[in-house]
């Protein structure tokens, strides 16, 4: 199989790291990252017009409709910026939901804006209780004359509080873990019965503690079928696991050029350090860690966003828990070679550390992932 990028795809790559080195450099992204929003609209408008947003949009919707591999590519580039805005959150997994849920009308409403970057929508569905599971839903949607009440929580939703609107999970009929009777629904920035509190990550980046009580709906609310949502989340989740773990891979391509920068640079005993032989080694192991990572991340790009739910399961754990082991090598190793100095902030290494910190626990841990693979290998078997 030929795993090279053709040459639109190059040209794509080319483009984004482009972007990332001219426009959102350290001092850039300092900004963004004290600022109030914690994210850039500019930035967001920016990453638009490049047509980032619209790569996951249908043409008829005004997008690009491009794969996975170029969502891999942007998401990889972005994530070698450290980049702080929600393009996955909103462009992958919200956009995936909306083509696999919302119906015909919706999609038209709702993903032309989204692609020409006028709007950023975020799916609000993990809840505490779940542990993985996409049909664990105890928010609750009950009728209410034409409409809807809503009433639960939903903890630690990346980038809520930036969205213009989220897309809530919410069981209309069933029980808890049944994948029949979780429905989908709009909920607009600032709606009556919407609460936000919005915290930071161990990384920068922004999520929200998100509480619905009392909350009402129109009937026009409701995504696509009542009660038929489970199965459209679960993929574009699966999705939105392959763009992070993209975007951890270009976090650890950054952390390792920063690190193998600093062996050529730093003089001890009239010698750059990287001429010693036991850092050389640590070194040698960082590429072993990087190099098994990409290829996972291309394996799960290729093989986990596609084919039955329980396989991509299976190869997106697989990967999860290769990059999650890497990210947590690369990191601690580029720390400990950088010294005490590499876990300042005024050293851009010490955010891709944090970023490769949040990415272990995003997603899954791993341990969670390794545990669900082997329970899906033996299932296979």
Not at 21 to 41: C, M, T, V, W
């Amino acid at each position: 199989m030929n795993f090279n990028l053709n040459d639109e795809q190059r040209q794509l790559d080319d483009l984004l790291r482009r972007f990332v080195s001219k426009d959102y450099g350290f001092e850039q992204r300092n900004a963004i990252l004290r600022s109030e929003a914690g994210f850039s609209r500019d930035t967001w408008q920016a990453l638009a017009d490049l047509g980032v947003l619209a790569l996951n949009v249908p043409e008829d919707h005004g997008g690009l409709n491009a794969g996975s591999v170029e969502t891999m590519i942007v998401m990889q580039a972005l994530g070698r910026g450290l980049v702080l805005e929600p393009v996955a959150a909103s462009a992958v997994v919200a956009t995936h939901v909306l083509r696999e849920v919302a119906s015909d009308e919706q999609q038209a409403e709702l993903l032309p804006a989204m692609a020409a970057g006028e709007r950023i929508v975020v799916l609000a569905h993990e809840e505490s209780a779940a542990e993985g599971d996409v049909s664990r839903v105890a928010t609750t949607a009950r009728r209410d004359g034409d409409g809807w009440v809503l009433d639960g929580h939903k903890p630690v939703v990346m980038h809520a509080a930036a969205a213009d609107e989220l897309l809530v999970s919410a069981r209309t009929s069933g029980q808890p873990g049944d994948v029949q009777g979780v429905s989908l629904f709009r909920v607009p920035a600032g709606t009556a019965g919407l609460l936000l509190r919005s915290l930071p990550t161990v990384d920068g980046q922004r999520a929200a503690d998100v509480k619905l009580q009392g909350l009402r709906l129109s009937a026009s609310a409701l995504i696509g079928t009542e009660g038929a949502a489970s199965e459209g989340i679960r993929f574009a989740q699966d999705k939105g696991l392959a763009a992070l773990m993209a975007d951890a891979l270009g976090a650890m391509e950054s952390v390792f050029d920063a690190t193998v920068e600093y062996l050529k640079t730093r003089q001890q005993f009239g010698q750059p350090i990287g001429r010693f032989q036991a850092l050389q080694h640590r070194a040698a192991d960082m590429v072993l860690h990087l190099e098994q990572s990409r290829s996972m991340v291309v394996l799960a790009t290729l093989r986990g966003t596609q084919g039955p739910a329980a396989e991509r399961a299976r190869i997106l754990s697989a990967a999860k828990v290769t990059l999650g082991q890497a990210a947590r090598f690369i990191g601690q190793n580029a720390v400990q070679l950088h010294g005490g100095m590499g876990m300042t902030d005024e050293l851009a290494l010490s955010h891709g550390f944090k970023r490769l910190v949040a990415f272990e626990l995003r997603g899954g841990e791993t341990d969670e992932h390794l545990a669900r693979f082997a329970q899906l290998s033996r299932a296979a078997a």
